[in-house]
T-cell receptor
């Protein structure tokens, strides 16, 4: 069974631009969660989507948004990029039940110049 | 806000030594997970503990969940260079699917 895939793996943008990241979950998984990982703040939860609906949201500004499609693939968008948005963005998929294992993708490394 | 504190932040040891990593919180978690992350990759799940006082063993790795479900430890016996990586603990509260991650322990095992 294929794992979680994320595209692109690396991305360089400039301040003020916007970016869209993509995540394809493991086949059959309906929940996709997004996390931001930085050296200073560690791994922080952004949001979770389940059956095309945002089910949970972390403490990030509205510039961070996401969506999920009917095939469970998910996209995350960041508008008006800031230097501090440079990070590794990870998505994780699961069947969506409580206390269930989340499987992480390799991440997208975003650098904002 | 639930916080998980991990210690130590960095650990560099020689092959064959033993080590323990700690994960502590003032909050109660319904489950706690340990992950290992290698450069350029996402975290990979090592174990999930759900019962207070639970001990799980995975080859040379021993995981323990505190009786009050507020803390956990990871003990590695006879560490090997292949154990090198970032170890992360993550807790889930109640029925929440959202994980709160610790700050991580960067382990380097020197040959």
């Amino acid at each position: 069974k294929a794992g979680v895939t994320q595209t692109p793996r690396y991305l360089i943008k400039t301040r003020g631009q916007q970016v869209t990241l993509s995540c394809s979950p493991i086949s059959g998984h309906r929940s996709v969660s997004w996390y931001q990982q930085t050296p200073g703040q560690g791994l922080q939860f952004l949001f979770e989507y389940f059956s095309e609906t945002q089910r949970n949201k972390g403490n990030f500004p509205g510039r961070f948004s996401g969506r999920q499609f009917s095939n469970s693939r998910s996209e995350m968008n960041v508008s008006t990029l800031e230097l501090g948005d440079s990070a590794l963005y990870l998505c994780a998929s699961s069947l969506g039940r409580p206390r269930e294992t989340q499987y992480f993708g390799p991440g997208t490394r975003l650098l904002v110049l | 806000t639930q916080l998980l504190e991990q210690s130590p932040q960095f650990l560099s040891i020689q092959e064959g030594e033993n080590l323990t990593v700690y994960c502590n919180s003032s909050s109660v978690f319904s489950s706690l997970q340990w992950y290992r992350q290698e450069p350029g990759e996402g975290p990979v799940l090592l174990v999930t503990v759900v019962t207070g006082g639970e001990v799980k063993k995975l080859k040379r790795l021993t995981f323990q969940f505190g009786d009050a479900r507020k803390d956990s430890s990871l003990h590695i016996t006879a560490a090997q260079p292949g154990d090198t990586g970032l170890y992360l603990c993550a807790g889930a509260a109640g029925s929440a699917r959202q994980l709160t991650f610790g700050s991580g322990t960067q382990l380097t095992v020197l040959p």
